[in-house]
């Protein structure tokens, strides 16, 4: 069992003025479902804190602008984000916020910094992205606005305008290199995201006690022959359950699951997960909102 050496940044307040008004901190999913969805987009959600966002993946494509719009998500007011590894679903949309972001620089539609969080492989996966597909005149803003700033494993860093401490860790995936984050929220509350893979016990101490748990779902236990999730190295409903109990969580979100069963997976997913969990499960749809209390 590990337990990283801690690495504390704080970060600026990219150059907004804070902001006065207390609002409880919300869970906004983007996306919920796995990389060949099609009925759904891929998993991706952002935390909402006062006017502000802190995004975390961004799917496979430029849909993360219509996820975004269709929540009424003023980008404006998203500052900070996260890429957990270098998957299709999970970084290619992340060009399209960059495009978008720079184009409102360009235009003077946006005000202060950009900063994207990420593990080495993914920044040279961006940087290279940028390099070949933006214009000249948004590339410009890579450096300059736009930051794409590598983190290691045990590092913390402080979000002053989400009023949240973020601390980075290796979910020690079996496929390609990916991070996970444990969150202090302003309010008390814990949440911890564990990425898209099966859990690793040797991550137990970082994630243990969470008061909410981003756990991916790939299907129900009952349908692990159709889907088959751990030829993938994903788990089952069945599967996190057991897990929240083992790690003592409170709350229980799950996301990252096939798309053939939309009309119930909601009511099946959360009903097979409760067989070994007492706490709150919680299967959002694309779009819905989760106080995070």
Not at 37 to 60: H, P, W
Not at 259 to 268: A, F, G, I, N, V
Not at 271 to 286: C, L, M, T, W
Request: net charge negative; glycine share 8%; hydrophobic share 40%.
């Amino acid at each position: 069992m590990r337990i990283p050496i801690l690495i504390v940044k704080t970060v600026s307040n990219n150059g907004m003025d804070e902001m006065t008004e207390e609002k409880n901190y919300e869970l906004l999913m983007l996306g919920t479902g796995n990389a060949m969805v099609t009925n759904c987009y891929n998993t991706c959600f952002a935390i909402q804190y006062n006017a502000n966002y802190f995004l975390v993946d961004a799917g496979g494509g430029n849909g993360i602008l219509r996820q975004m719009e269709q929540a009424n998500m003023n980008i404006g007011n998203l500052h900070d984000m996260f890429v957990t590894h270098g998957h299709t679903d999970h970084v290619l949309g992340a060009i399209w916020v960059i495009r978008k972001i720079a184009s409102m620089m360009e235009n003077n539609g946006y005000e202060g910094n950009f900063t994207i969080y990420c593990h080495n492989v993914v920044k040279k996966m961006l940087e290279t992205f940028c390099e070949m597909m933006l214009t000249t005149k948004l590339l410009r803003y890579i450096g300059e606005r736009i930051f794409i700033t590598e983190v290691r494993d045990g590092e913390q860093i402080e979000i002053q305008n989400m009023n949240m401490k973020l601390f980075f860790f290796d979910i020690l995936s079996t496929k390609a290199k990916q991070f996970g984050f444990r969150g202090e929220l302003g309010n008390g509350k814990v949440i911890t995201c564990l990425g898209d893979e099966s859990f690793n016990i040797a991550c137990y101490a970082i994630v243990m006690g969470s008061d909410w748990l981003l756990s991916e779902a790939f299907c129900l236990y009952e349908d692990k022959e159709r889907f088959k999730p751990y030829e993938k190295h994903h788990s089952t409903a069945l599967d996190a359950g057991r897990l929240a109990s083992e790690l003592m969580v409170k709350n229980l979100v799950l996301y990252h699951t096939e798309d053939k069963t939309l009309d119930t997976r909601k009511e099946r997913y959360t009903k097979e997960a409760k067989e070994n969990f007492r706490g709150n499960v919680y299967v959002p749809d694309d779009l819905e909102t989760i106080a995070l209390d």
